[in-house]
Every structure is written in structure tokens, then in C-alpha cells.
């Protein structure tokens, strides 16, 4: 068990590896991202609350979103309008100055034209998709209503029905790497709609339940890559050291004394590497190499190895504890062959031999 400066100084190194590894994924994995509301403003969104609804959603969807995302509003009924494309720079002023514009919103048009509006948000998603690769947009759809454009829509020609965004803007379409859309279904359900997200699979429905809850329904996807390279390596270089690198009671054990039976043999034997520590200080070694905390034939003790591999037995006041016979108290070192005593339980603190699979 005696560990040379080597040894320590390769556990030093692989838990800085490990550090650093963790750092990098967990801090350079998070995308800017884009979000873009899309909200339904014709008059009938005026009842019942739904507007109301509708804009204390948005805005606790913005908590979320920080400096380097990107909001983009629009609102849509006989033709769509964009409110906002705003980067997030200072997030508290520009959250509210988001929530000021969000507030002023009203719906008093008459038509609710959802393929146009689309139409208008996924050009806009996908030309950032072009300047931003690998970008990750959420489009957030807020309508009460079915399809129900202008007449005089029709006779200017361009994409009329939701299978016509398909051809459109899903030739190069990335499941999960693109855009994801959320329809938030406030009252009358469009059937074209649904049709649309399953056949894509770029989308999902919620129900105004969900707002009406307060909950967040959004989880938005994390592109890692080379991130997420990085985190795993760190996790597993923090496996590593912690499991294999990190000083443990290994190889040791208390053996009940048997007359005439081996202690290394005896079945009932209390290995004590199959014990982890029960704190992030002792898990980390902070302080001591390994500690742990077991109970013995009911008497709670703390057993410890230090880096040079010396084992120290931690006994509270009044236990009863004896070490070949001698009281303790505290802190005491013990070493393989001595006799703890428990109560009337008697132990030889023993090292396992190898032919029984221990260290």
C-alpha cells in the first residue's frame, strides 16, 4: 500500500486532466440558440385569456435564453409581421425591454393565416441555418385557430397548404440538428398541422393546459459534438481516478477470530474496499487518502488510509474499542495482524491474499 511520490503525482495529473476535459464540455457544449415566436393575433385570441396566456409564456420562456441567443417575434393573421430579431447581449435590460415589446402586443386581425406565417418563420430559419451551422432554432407557435387565410391569398399564388413547406424547407432537413417546432394549440386544433409535425418530425404538440400550469414545456436540444467528447472523457478520467487511480482501503479486511480458521479465509470477513465513502470531501480525498465510516457489531468507526498507506481506526467516546487489548479513543493507527475488539466482538485486521480475487 505504500504509495511513492509518483503515484500521488500521477493522481494529481489525471484528476487536472479530468478538470479540464469536464470544463470544456460543460462549458463550450452550449450552442447559441435561436428562438423565434410565432403568434397568432386575430381577434378571437382576444377571449377568454388567451393572449394573456400566450404572452406569460413567452417571456418565462426567456429566462432561459442568455447573452448570444437570438429572438426573433412575429405575428401573424391575414399577414405576418416581424416585431423583433434581437440578440441577446445584456440579458436582464434586454429581457425586459423583450417583455415591454411582448406586452404591447394586441389581436384584433381577422384572418388567421398559419401556412403563410410558417412560411415567413422557416425562410427565416433556414437562412440561419446557412449563416449559423450547427445553430439550433425553436419556433414557438401560439394560435387558436384552423387555417383560414385571406381569399385573396390564393390568387397570389405561392405555397398553400403545409405540404408545400415540406418540399420547401425540408429537402436538407437534420432531425434534432435543425429546428423543432412547438405547436401551441390554444383552442381549435388544425389536423393539417398535426399532420405536418408527424410527417416531418420537426415538431410537437401542446396543449394551453401546459400554460395554464405555468410549465415550461421546452427542452431544447444541445448539440455537443466535440463538447460532448470532451465531457465524456472527463467523466471517464473521473471513473478512472476515482475507482482506480484514488487510494482506497483496498485489499484489507476485518476478520472475525474463529478458533482453528485461517483469517485470511474466513467467509464473514468484512472487506472493506466494498465500501465508498459517504461525502463529496471523502470521495474527492480531501484531507485524508480514503475514509470511510462502517459500523462493526453495532459501534460506528471511521477507517482511513492515509497516502503512504498507513490505516488509522476513528473510535467515538465510550465505544468500547480495543486495539490488542488496549482502550482507544479517537484516532489510532492499526496494522495487519493486530486484534480489534468491538464490544465482545473480536476481529484481526488482515490483508487478502490474492488467490481469493483481492488486491
Known amino acids: ?28 457544449c452550449k450552442e447559441h440558440r435561436n428562438i423565434v415566436f410565432l403568434v397568432d393575433t386575430s381577434g378571437s385570441m382576444r377571449h377568454g385569456g388567451l393572449m394573456d396566456d400566450t404572452k406569460a409564456s413567452m417571456k418565462k420562456i426567456l429566462q432561459n435564453y442568455g447573452p448570444g441567443d437570438r429572438v426573433y417575434l412575429v405575428t401573424f393573421d391575414a399577414d405576418p409581421r416581424v416585431i423583433t430579431d434581437r440578440v441577446i447581449e445584456d440579458p436582464i435590460k434586454d429581457r425586459a425591454e423583450l417583455a415591454q415589446t411582448i406586452d404591447a402586443l394586441d389581436a384584433r386581425g381577422k384572418w388567421t393565416d398559419l401556412v403563410g406565417a410558417m412560411d415567413a418563420s422557416l425562410d427565416y430559419v433556414a ?18 385557430g384552423r387555417h383560414d387565410p385571406p381569399p385573396e391569398r390564393k390568387a397570389q399564388g405561392g405555397i398553400q397548404d403545409f405540404d408545400g413547406l415540406v418540399g420547401k424547407y425540408y429537402k436538407d432537413y437534420k432531425k434534432g440538428e435543425s429546428w423543432f417546432i412547438y405547436y401551441v394549440e ?12 408527424d410527417k416531418t418530425g420537426s415538431g410537437v404538440v401542446v396543449g394551453r393546459e401546459a400554460l395554464r400550469r405555468a410549465e415550461g414545456f421546452m427542452d431544447m436540444p444541445i448539440l455537443w459534438k466535440l463538447p460532448l467528447f470532451l465531457s465524456l ?13 484514488l487510494p482506497r482501503l483496498r485489499g484489507v479486511s476485518f476478520v472475525p477470530m474463529q478458533p482453528g480458521a485461517d483469517p485470511a ?7 472493506l474496499e466494498s465500501f465508498r465513502a459517504g461525502t463529496m470531501q471523502r470521495l474527492m480525498g480531501v484531507g485524508k487518502a480514503s475514509d470511510i465510516q462502517i459500523t462493526v457489531a453495532g459501534t460506528k468507526v471511521d477507517v482511513s488510509v492515509d497516502s503512504k498507506g498507513k490505516y488509522y481506526l476513528q473510535v467515538p467516546t465510550g465505544a468500547g474499542v480495543q486495539i490488542d487489548g488496549m482502550p482507544i479513543t479517537g484516532r ?7 486484534k480489534l475488539k468491538f464490544g465482545r466482538s473480536e476481529y484481526v485486521f488482515s490483508r487478502n491474499r490474492r488467490k481469493d480475487g483481492a488486491n
Open 127 to 144: 437562412r440561419l441555418q446557412k449563416s449559423q451551422p450547427g445553430s439550433h432554432t425553436a419556433v414557438v407557435l401560439y394560435t387558436d
Open 265 to 271: 479465509r474466513a467467509p464473514s470477513r468484512i472487506r
Open 233 to 245: 472523457l472527463g467523466v471517464l478520467v473521473l471513473g478512472l481516478w476515482t475507482f482506480v487511480v
Open 332 to 338: 489510532a493507527e492499526i496494522r495487519v495482524g493486530q
Open 186 to 197: 390554444l383552442a381549435e386544433s388544425e389536423p393539417a398541422l398535426r399532420t405536418f409535425l
Open 1 to 28: 500500500m505504500e504509495r511513492s511520490g509518483f503515484g500521488r503525482a500521477r493522481q494529481t495529473l489525471a484528476l487536472g486532466w479530468a478538470a479540464v476535459a469536464l470544463a470544456a464540455g460543460l462549458t463550450g
